[in-house]
């Protein structure tokens, strides 16, 4: 792979954040006369109309509404030796393509991906619900981890990640994950010996206001997909699966902490080592909540693993 390789940006969209998307790719253009790279964005609705501004960007219309169907799209439309993944709401640092080009001429190896750092908006970071899912390990794991150091396959976490295209290509993101929990992390599970370095100096903004109600959300999210997960990684299986799954009609009672865990979410972000066994509480109520409605029986008698659409 020669020092100026090509960089295919991978970015699944949808129409609500199109205004959001807008940031990205401005972003992008200021990095568009120094780095040799494409812009491929998958939507599952006619691109916004000043999509016609950006170039560098191709856009690709695919029939199913998830993120893995439009990230193998991508992966299939691109031209360049690495692959960036981004999210649509996930705004680059003017020099973010130049480090992971960088850092896969450092690190040669087919195998090597890069995740790069995703950073909560700064009025999101100054409350107690900001400090939780910073250290909680609710959606990223960044504070565990230093610059350069190797993590856990789990955490391909496809908001802003890069690696070879060939090597990517070994894999396919399952649109089966028909809630957004678990399905970039399945990914890295599924190719063969990752070796992911969390690679902090590549840094980008995630431009969302995270919400106590955004939380629940993802709580009940990872209830739906998780037996859908172990079906596809059962080595992933822990004994605290069993405890919850026999428990999860009694857990489910703790979504009553909600209340009292959106009040305390807005508040400072020292008190967020104090609140973190609340907000843990609640999340596992509605976590439980999930797991029950996924392993709901049908009407036909069989499981129903996707019993409602795709979240966006």
Not at 274 to 295: E, Q, T, V
Not at 304 to 310: E, R
Request: one cysteine or more.
């Amino acid at each position: 792979m020669g020092w100026r390789a090509k960089v295919s940006v991978v970015i699944p969209a949808y129409a609500p954040r199109y205004p959001v998307l807008r940031e990205v790719l401005e972003a992008l253009a200021v990095q568009q006369d120094a780095e040799p790279f494409e812009v491929l964005v998958g939507v599952d609705q006619p691109p916004p109309p000043w999509a016609s501004r950006y170039a560098f960007a191709r856009f690709f219309q695919v029939d199913h509404p998830s993120p893995a169907a439009k990230r193998n799209r991508g992966m299939e439309e691109a031209t360049g030796e690495i692959i960036l993944f981004l999210d649509d709401d996930v705004v680059p640092a003017p020099d973010v393509i130049r480090l992971h080009r960088e850092g896969h001429e450092r690190h040669p190896e087919e195998n090597v991906l890069l995740l790069g750092e995703v950073i909560w908006p700064e009025k999101v970071r100054r409350t107690a619900l900001g400090w939780w899912v910073e250290w909680g390990h609710v959606h990223f794991d960044y504070r565990r981890w230093k610059d350069g150091q190797k993590v856990p396959p789990y955490a391909f976490y496809a908001a802003h990640i890069s690696g070879k295209l060939s090597y990517l290509l070994s894999a396919r993101f399952d649109p089966g994950y028909t809630w957004l929990a678990y399905e970039d992390s399945d990914f890295g599970l599924h190719l063969p010996e990752p070796r992911i370095l969390f690679w902090a100096r590549a840094r980008a903004d995630h431009r969302k206001d995270l919400t106590w109600d955004d939380i629940v959300l993802q709580a009940r999210a990872m209830g739906r997909m998780r037996p859908y997960f172990l079906t596809r990684n059962p080595r992933r299986r822990r004994r605290v699966e069993g405890l919850i799954t026999r428990w999860r009609h009694v857990l489910r009672g703790l979504r009553h902490l909600d209340a009292l865990a959106r009040r305390c979410a807005t508040h400072p972000r020292l008190l967020g080592l104090l609140y973190a066994p609340l907000f843990r509480l609640a999340f596992l109520g509605h976590f439980a909540d999930g797991l029950r409605l996924a392993l709901r029986p049908s009407p036909s008698g069989r499981q129903a693993v996707y019993p409602v659409p795709q979240q966006t």
